[in-house]
């Protein structure tokens, strides 16, 4: 009886696992922070411009897969139905209050600039309970309006806390000059054994050939020499 309880237990014990494994893995995955994104001021561009831009910034953040986001619809009519006025809202205070109204964790607010021809993205995300800023994203960009569209995919991955690939291979290239010190060290000793090496190598060589050359003219005068006188008969 033992023999077949004991199987039986691991079955059904591994039945269960599996069964609630996949629940868990859509749970975490399920998991994402509430936000909601405020109109992003714009300075040197037009409001359509700035609202088009903020429309892409949403989109953006919902890709990263991190961000459950309230749609800008939505969040107009639940600001209306309160008798919130979004104009003018760009304050770290007025952006909790928004998000206290929405009932969301985290506020998405910032401005866009132009110097020039230079565009400057700064964009702040706030956390609703606590007032605090917890994600930031600085970004500048060199051209036309239109390039700023490709940009904001890299500000919500910041907001995120993803780092882009080129950053993470700047910071491996960018190794402390100690430890480039010490590579360059480690590196020079083999050079330095190889060296004695091959000068042990080459007295070794040289010996050899020199008690060659004496063993063997030893032997040539070994020859040259008279035998000894033959017995008498």
């Known amino acids: 009886m033992k023999f077949i309880i004991k199987p039986l237990s691991i079955l059904l014990a591994w039945t269960i696992f599996t069964a609630t494994f996949p629940v868990r893995v859509f749970s975490q995955k399920a998991e994402k922070l509430n936000v ?3 109109n992003l001021e ?22 990263v897969g991190v961000f459950l986001v309230v749609e800008r619809g939505q969040m107009e009519m639940i600001l209306e139905e309160q008798g919130f006025q979004q104009t003018g809202c760009t304050s770290a205070e007025c952006a909790v209050e928004v998000g206290k109204l929405l009932g969301v964790q985290k506020m998405i607010t910032g401005s866009i600039g ?7 993205v700064d964009v702040r995300m706030f956390d609703v309970v606590s007032s605090g800023i917890e994600q930031v994203s600085k970004r500048d960009h060199r051209g036309e309006v239109e390039g700023l569209l490709g940009l904001l995919e890299v500000v919500a991955k910041d907001l995120a806390g993803i780092k882009e690939m080129e950053e993470v291979a700047q910071v491996v290239i960018e190794a402390p000059e100690k430890e480039e010190v010490v590579e360059v060290a480690e590196e020079a000793k083999p050079v330095k054994k190889k060296r004695w090496f091959l000068w042990t190598t080459l007295a070794a060589a040289v010996g050899g050939g020199a008690y060659y050359y004496y063993m063997t003219m030893l032997e040539e005068e070994q020859k040259d020499l008279p035998g000894p006188p033959a017995p008498p008969n």
């Open 36 to 38: 909601a994104v405020l």
């Open 42 to 63: 714009g300075f040197g561009i037009s409001a359509m411009e700035a609202a088009t831009l903020t429309d892409r910034l949403r989109s953006e953040l919902v890709g």
């Open 114 to 120: 132009k110097i020039g021809k230079l565009f400057t």
